[in-house]
């Protein structure tokens, strides 16, 4: 299946201007000839600063770690980038 995604310009905050612009997207995309919106995304919550960038990596790390090992896809626009081990 191919999927065309959408890069959303995000600032803070960042989320709701996911949000925001998931209201006014196309249900129908006729270059896939399917309804995208059945494909599902999700927003998830604000990731709250940590009491140091340590435990912020360490806690991200473990959130990614969860989700690669379940098959859930994450996307962050100007993401921090680290491997997974």
Avoid at 16 to 32: C, F, G, K, P, Q
Wanted: glycine fraction near 2%; charge should be positive; charged fraction near 30%.
């Amino acid at each position: 299946m191919r999927v065309r995604s959408h890069t959303v310009p995000v600032q803070a905050p960042g989320a709701m201007a996911i949000v925001d612009a998931s209201r006014n997207m196309e249900l129908y995309d006729d270059e896939t000839d399917s309804e995208v919106y059945k494909i599902g995304i999700h927003t998830l919550d604000e990731f709250k600063p940590r009491p140091s960038p340590e435990v912020m990596m360490d806690e991200l790390y473990s959130f990614s770690k969860n989700c690669s090992a379940r098959k859930i896809r994450l996307h962050a626009w100007r993401s921090t980038r680290f491997r997974l081990r």
